[in-house]
């Protein structure tokens, strides 16, 4: 079977399992569709285990082929960030522009760390002599807050502006400040390089600042090209060449792709909605742009619930993976409230800001894909054949799928207090 068969596959499979929600189920498309690839799995894994392993194979060979690593950071992400920036209100940004900043640096640095030196010392005293570089490691790619996760549930429960302003602008802002650090300490971990004070501000100021500024390039010029657009689909089309061959050339530029998606959503969505398009191209920007956030989504969900068929357990991953889970929640914790001490000097927040941030900061694909980029063969318990790739992939693993599962689907009681509350400060 092709790539395009599979994905056209999943696609529909996706599309099935989100038909039947809203019949049965209810719950949030993007979390129903993660349950039921996971169910899926299971199916398949416990088939194998009963005789039918041509199954269990085949299906892990397809998803194999599809490269999740690939196709989510080199293919959708474009998509799914520049879907995301559209709907962000400037307005909104420019009121809680501190906060953000402080979520989406300092908190992220702050969390990066904590996890790394816990993980370190919870695997001393378990026994399990994982290098200190590899649990810093596994801070850095688990601390940033995944937008395309948080988008597709937080978003639509329609939370207090400022809280929902904060959560959304932190996870679409924190991946540059990310890689920056997973560079970082990748480099440090496996390539042996020359890491200093001058290297590290040297790809900040490339990778990052670089590609907001190509964003506001790349965002300018689509405003005047849909301005001087003659008819709305000429306009929607247009809006096609921001996450494909600009988000590409951001690639080849070496700049930040992600953030240059951001950037220029939240021009056109803000600045070219306004004065670019004709009414009609208004209409079918939010129709068109939602339903390629609803489709992709569901795809890279069921990917996500899928690829555990490509992993082999130990009894050590087990440990570690159920581990993971409170050490990442209380470092986002800590994280969120440290940060709140500063901002309540300042303004009066929702009582219910830190536990809907803490709880609402979900992991999801790019986390996975950035654990994949590690390489494998760095054994830590040679004579099970369990190296650090397999120990960053599990643990990650176990706290998207938390953090999706869990922490998705039961923020909703947490959101309708902070609602309930707002409600009645403005009556």
């Known amino acids: 079977m092709t790539v395009y068969a599979t994905l056209c596959f999943l696609g529909a499979a996706a599309i099935l399992i989100a038909f039947l929600n809203t019949k049965i189920g209810k719950m949030q498309n993007t979390i129903a569709i993660t349950a039921g690839s996971l169910i899926l799995s299971l199916i398949i894994v416990?088939?194998?285990?009963?005789?039918?392993?041509?199954?269990?194979?085949?299906?892990?060979?397809?998803?194999?082929?599809?490269?999740f690593n690939s196709f989510l950071l080199d293919g959708i992400l474009g998509f799914l960030l520049f879907a995301g920036g559209l709907n962000i209100k400037i307005s909104?940004?420019?009121?809680?522009?501190?906060?953000?900043t402080v979520l989406a640096l300092g908190a992220t640095l702050f969390s990066t760390f904590f996890i790394g030196y816990v993980l370190f010392y919870s695997c001393q005293l378990l026994g399990f002599q994982f290098d200190l570089i590899y649990c810093l490691l596994f801070g850095a790619?688990?601390?940033?807050?995944d937008p395309i996760a948080v988008l597709a549930i937080v978003k639509k429960l329609n939370a207090p502006k400022r809280i929902s302003t904060q959560i959304e602008g932190e996870s679409l802002f924190n991946d540059g400040f990310g890689l920056v650090i997973f560079i970082t300490l990748y480099s440090i971990a496996f390539s042996g390089g020359d890491v200093s004070v001058a290297s590290v501000s040297g790809v900040f100021l490339h990778e990052a600042i670089g590609g907001i500024v190509y964003g506001l390039v790349l965002g300018v010029l689509f405003h005047f090209l849909i301005r001087a657009a003659n008819d709305h689909s000429m306009e929607l089309l247009l809006t096609i060449g921001i996450p494909t061959a600009g988000y590409v050339l951001a690639g080849t530029l070496g700049v930040s792709g992600p953030l240059a998606m951001v950037v220029s959503g939240i021009m056109i969505g803000n600045w070219t909605r306004i004065k670019g398009f004709s009414d009609e191209g208004k209409v079918l920007l939010d129709g068109f742009w939602e339903l390629v956030d609803e489709f992709l989504n569901g795809i890279l969900f069921l990917l996500i619930g899928l690829s555990m068929l490509q992993y082999s357990f130990h009894q050590e991953d087990w440990i570690l993976m159920v581990i993971a889970i409170p050490i990442v929640l209380i470092a986002r914790y800590l994280s969120?409230?440290?940060?709140?001490?500063g901002f309540q000097r300042f303004r009066q927040y929702n009582p219910y800001s830190v536990s809907i941030l803490t709880w609402g900061g979900l992991r999801g694909g790019l986390a996975l894909a950035m654990a994949m980029v590690i390489p494998a063969g760095v054994m830590v318990i040679p004579d099970k054949q369990i190296d650090v790739r397999e120990i960053i992939l599990v643990m990650t693993y176990s706290v998207v799928f938390f953090s999706i599962l869990i922490q998705g689907s039961s923020i909703v009681p947490l959101i309708n207090k902070a609602k309930a509350w707002q409600e009645k400060q403005d009556s």
């Open 46 to 67: 416990i088939a194998g285990k009963n005789g039918f392993t041509a199954l269990e194979t085949h299906a892990a060979e397809q998803l194999v082929k599809i490269d």
């Open 92 to 100: 909104n940004i420019k009121d809680q522009k501190w906060e953000i």
């Open 141 to 145: 790619l688990i601390s940033p807050t």
């Open 336 to 341: 969120i409230k440290l940060s709140y001490v």
